[in-house]
């Protein structure tokens, strides 16, 4: 199983970003995906998931209406959009899926938000 993350970089506040997840070694059609972040100093949080179809999505409360999690099962790709970004936004951003009892992680993203 490989997570390969990109798309992150150094944004503005109030700006956008799109992250991608291309993923390899699995099924990716049959798991529901995950975006994680971590800020500096901080614990490792939940972002979203999105169901193995991509007709239903979860977001934790302070994203809600700015990020938004898709994908696309013939790419074996998840993305994160992010809008209307914060400096509080900052964090490397993981993906994530869960196969059985076993959890695999992608290397990271890093975001910045920053003027």
């Known amino acids: 199983v490989q997570l390969v993350e990109s798309g992150g970089g150094l944004v503005q506040p109030g700006g956008s970003l799109r992250l991608s997840c291309a993923a390899s070694?699995?099924?990716?059609?049959?798991?529901?995906m995950r975006w994680y972040r971590q800020a500096p100093g901080k614990e490792r949080e939940w972002v979203a998931t999105?169901?193995?179809?991509?007709?239903?999505?979860y977001y934790t409360d302070s994203m809600k209406g700015r990020f938004t999690i898709s994908r696309d099962n013939a790419k074996n790709t998840v993305y994160l959009q992010m809008n209307i970004l914060k400096p509080e936004d900052t964090a490397v951003y993981y993906c994530?899926?869960?196969?059985?009892?076993?959890?695999?992680w992608g290397q990271g993203t890093q975001v910045t938000v920053s003027s």
């Open positions: 994530y899926v869960a196969i059985s009892s076993l959890k695999y």
């Open positions: 070694g699995f099924t990716f059609s049959s798991y529901a």
């Open positions: 999105i169901i193995s179809s991509g007709n239903t999505a």
